[in-house]
């Protein structure tokens, strides 16, 4: 069955550090136990603040590069996610858009790449080796 990501885009209350209100956090968790008791959901977490965070930039094979939080585009910011596994991507958006946000709120919704999807690059004893990391991982 399909899995998806669902991204939750952050702005500037969350790039604050702003908790947010009771209330929501109560429709949150009643949403995530419907998720759960359909049996779609998979995990779902918020995320602190960028800067409690940083990036590493690749910049050769041997170079990496270590950039502290915040960074400056919260419009590009990931303040939380959930991954959910549903028959179809059309699925997946009927649960999103029961989401109980508001206020302009956006959510990204993006497929997930199983196994049987990747191309010939992806030869069989790199599928093995994925399989294994998975049932180690309980997945």
Request: negative net charge; proline residues 6%; glycine residues 10%.
């Amino acid at each position: 069955m399909p899995r998806f990501m669902v991204f939750i885009k952050g702005d500037e209350g969350s790039e604050a550090g702003a908790m947010p209100p009771t209330d929501l956090f109560e429709e949150m968790i009643a949403y995530n136990e419907q998720l759960a008791k359909a049996g779609v959901l998979l995990a779902a977490e918020g995320l602190k603040p960028t800067q409690a965070g940083a990036k590493v930039r690749f910049d050769d094979k041997e170079r990496r590069t270590v950039l502290d939080g915040p960074f400056t585009e919260s419009k590009e910011v990931v303040a939380g996610y959930w991954l959910l596994q549903t028959s179809s991507l059309q699925e997946a958006l009927e649960w999103v858009k029961r989401a109980p946000l508001s206020g302009g709120a956006t959510l990204e919704v993006r497929p997930i790449f199983e196994m049987s999807e990747l191309g010939p690059e992806f030869t069989p004893e790199l599928r093995e080796a994925q399989q294994q990391l998975r049932e180690q991982l309980g997945g």
